[in-house]
């Protein structure tokens, strides 16, 4: 109650309008995605979501027809992903590595709200993971507002004065918000503890800590310890550089400490792997976010950025929030067209040989008349996105499509898949986005390896 009477008080002060929760326009905030009197109460019985159906397991490549998945899984329409000559093949050689215990895999997957809170990449990042080895979380921000970012499950607790910004708020002169567009600021005697995630009372032991920080006249020390380890690091420097510093405990541990000593330090996050093989799938979402606040990013940032984690396919998710734009309104949406393909090229530039998938946005629905219609243009914006796709050399996959008949029939599930805001999906609808993503991954990666191992097997009979 007390919350809800200060947030209240935002919208009546206007020298409070900088500590609203929300602004017009802008997508609902991810702390409604965390808090539970601001969700639809579901019954305690969950959809059945688990299985395949109809389809066999996927535990060798070449065990079943390539007609059996993508499937349904029930208002879960099976899509395939569209795949160009030359898109998926970094992600895909990268993966038949890892099955012959080669190297790990990384991917990058940013986007809005829809992702924002790890909803469709978690579930995508555990299916995966199942399959080809975990190697860890992958890139965490160091300090995030849980309003715009939350990941569940991994440890981030910190003390004292911190600061955030994020790419959907702006304001930053230096427009370096991080690889996740999310930057921490901190002041001396803050800390930070970071950590693999939590199962059955234990966490995922990681070894490899790649901080991601600011160099700057103003910068203090930063003092990493871990598993009885220590190390001081200076981010004094004469101007804004930024800097990275891998740090190592060969035998793991479950969390790192990030420690602030004289002065004022700017920290990205930091990327945390563990000893064995696998895949990351990193979520690098904000909610909010779209092709226009992306521009929020200094373009030779963003690009080192990526360029450190050296990602083998870099995934784009949003759209929703851009449904208002002029430039995806006025006329045929060439405008929206192109700034998406420049931001995604954005996005890339750090990683020219990586693979890149576009997603497309989710449905929407509005009320008319006392029902509920999908949005109209969405499938507007789904085209762009799939031209877009096509112009830049990436695969597409249409999440709108697996929502077979639209938000109307998900929101009537019983239970529901949906919030009651028209916007948002539940727990379990993004679950079952998350596993119709794996199944079309996991489809295009088989037909990659046949469509390989029929080309090997004619070159050695020729």
Request: charged letters at 20%.
């Amino acid at each position: 109650m007390l919350f809800g009477a200060l947030a209240a008080e935002t919208f009546l002060i206007p020298q409070t309008a900088s500590l609203r929760p929300w602004i017009e326009g802008e997508a609902l905030p991810i702390v409604r995605l965390v808090e539970a009197d601001s969700v639809v109460v579901l019954p305690e019985e969950p959809p059945e979501i688990g299985a395949f159906v109809g389809g066999e397991d996927l535990g060798n490549v070449g065990s079943t027809t390539t007609e059996e998945i993508p499937i349904s899984r029930g208002v879960a329409k099976g899509v395939p992903l569209d795949v160009p000559v030359g898109s998926m093949d970094a992600f895909f050689r990268g993966l038949r590595a890892r099955e012959h215990g080669g190297r790990s895999v990384r991917v990058l997957h940013w986007g809005d709200s829809t992702i924002a809170a790890d909803g469709v990449a978690g579930t995508v990042r555990r299916e995966l993971q199942e399959r080809f080895g975990d190697a860890g979380p992958g890139f965490l921000p160091a300090s995030v507002d849980i309003r715009w970012v939350f990941r569940p499950n991994i440890a981030r607790w910190q003390r004292g004065n911190w600061g955030t910004h994020n790419i959907a708020q702006g304001g930053l002169s230096s427009a370096r918000y991080g690889l996740a567009g999310a930057v921490a600021t901190a002041s001396d005697g803050a800390s930070v503890v970071l950590g693999g995630e939590e199962r059955t009372g234990s966490r995922d032991l990681t070894s490899v800590f790649d901080l991601f920080y600011q160099e700057n006249p103003r910068g203090g020390d930063l003092v990493i310890t871990a598993g009885g380890y220590e190390e001081r690091i200076s981010t004094a420097g004469p101007r804004v550089v930024d800097r990275f510093h891998l740090f190592q405990v060969p035998n793991g541990v479950e969390t790192w400490k990030v420690e602030v000593e004289g002065g004022e330090v700017v920290i990205y996050g930091a990327a945390l792997e563990s000893s064995r093989r696998g895949i990351t799938w990193e979520t690098l979402g904000v909610a909010g976010s779209s092709v226009g606040s992306m521009r929020a990013q200094s373009e030779i940032h963003i690009r080192g950025q990526v360029a450190r984690r050296g990602p083998d396919l870099v995934v784009y998710q949003t759209g929703g929030n851009s449904l208002q734009f002029d430039s995806f309104v006025e006329g045929d949406g060439e405008r929206y067209l192109a700034d998406y393909i420049e931001i995604f090229d954005r996005l890339r530039a750090g990683a020219p040989g990586a693979s890149c998938l576009v997603v497309a946005p989710l449905d929407q629905g509005v009320r008319v008349r006392g029902r509920v219609e999908s949005v109209e243009e969405i499938p507007k914006m789904v085209e762009l996105q799939r031209r877009a796709a096509n112009e830049l050399g990436c695969a597409f996959w249409s999440a709108f499509s697996v929502m077979d008949g639209g938000f109307p029939v998900w929101m009537a599930q019983d239970p529901t898949l949906t919030w009651s805001d028209l916007v948002h999906l539940s727990e379990e609808g993004r679950e079952l986005i998350g596993l119709a993503m794996t199944d079309a991954i996991l489809l295009a990666y088989r037909q990659w390896v046949e469509a390989l191992e029929f080309t090997q097997n004619q070159s050695s009979e020729g």
